[in-house]
C-alpha cells in the first residue's frame, strides 16, 4: 500500500485555489486521510479541513466528530476514483452509465451523481484529444457541470466547465 497525495491548484488575477488530498488504498479502495481546501481573492478567505478516522469511523472537522461512512470520498479524491472508474468501464466495453458517490463536504455528506457521456474528441493545448466526457447531474437545474477525461493520459481530467444561470460561465 501506501499513501498519495493529490493537489489542485488555481491562481489567477482574481482568485487562487489550492486543494490537497491525501489517501491510501484499502482492500483495493480509495480510503482518504486528510483533505484540505483553501481559496483567497476577491475580498474572501475560505478554509477547510478534514480527517477521515477509518478505526473509529469518524470524520473530524474543526475538533468536531461526525459519522464515517465506508466509500466516503473527498472532493479531490473523487477525481482519481471517478478517473478509475471510467477507465474501468471503457475497459470493459460496459455500456454508458451513471456513476453515484458519497462525498464528505465539510459537516455534511453529499451524493454526487455523473453520468457518461459518448467519447468525444477535445483541441488542447497538447492537441486534439480523445476525451470522455462526463457530466453531473445536479437537482439545481441553473448549474451544469461538465468534464472531460483524457483517454490516452490514463483518464486524467484535461477539462472542466461549469455553467450557471441561462449558460453563464
Known amino acids: 500500500t501506501g499513501r498519495y497525495r493529490l493537489?489542485?491548484?488555481?491562481?489567477?488575477?482574481?482568485?487562487?485555489?489550492?486543494?490537497?488530498?491525501?489517501?491510501?488504498?484499502?482492500?483495493?479502495?480509495?480510503?482518504?486521510?486528510?483533505?484540505?481546501?483553501?481559496?483567497?481573492?476577491?475580498?474572501?478567505?475560505?478554509?477547510?479541513?478534514?480527517?477521515?478516522?477509518?478505526?473509529q469511523r469518524q470524520l473530524i472537522q474543526d475538533g468536531k466528530r461526525s459519522r464515517l461512512d465506508l466509500g466516503t470520498l473527498d472532493k479531490l479524491s473523487l477525481q482519481q476514483k471517478l478517473s478509475e472508474d471510467i477507465a474501468l468501464?471503457?475497459?470493459?466495453?460496459?455500456?454508458?452509465?451513471?456513476?453515484?458517490?458519497?462525498?464528505?463536504?465539510?459537516?455534511?455528506?453529499?451524493?454526487y451523481h455523473f453520468r457518461v457521456l459518448a467519447e468525444e474528441l477535445i483541441e488542447t493545448p497538447l492537441g486534439r484529444l480523445r476525451t470522455i466526457p462526463v457530466e453531473r447531474i445536479r437537482d439545481k437545474k441553473n448549474r451544469q457541470d461538465r468534464f472531460w477525461l483524457a483517454i490516452e493520459y490514463e483518464y486524467l481530467l484535461v477539462k472542466a466547465v461549469q455553467r450557471k444561470t441561462e449558460g453563464s460561465l
Open 89 to 111: 468501464i471503457v475497459r470493459a466495453e460496459q455500456p454508458i452509465t451513471d456513476l453515484n458517490y458519497r462525498i464528505a463536504d465539510r459537516e455534511k455528506r453529499k451524493s
Open 7 to 55: 493537489i489542485s491548484s488555481v491562481d489567477s488575477i482574481l482568485i487562487s485555489v489550492t486543494e490537497t488530498s491525501e489517501f491510501e488504498y484499502h482492500n483495493q479502495r480509495i480510503r482518504p486521510i486528510t483533505y484540505s481546501y483553501q481559496r483567497s481573492g476577491l475580498a474572501k478567505r475560505e478554509t477547510e479541513k478534514l480527517e477521515f478516522d477509518w478505526n
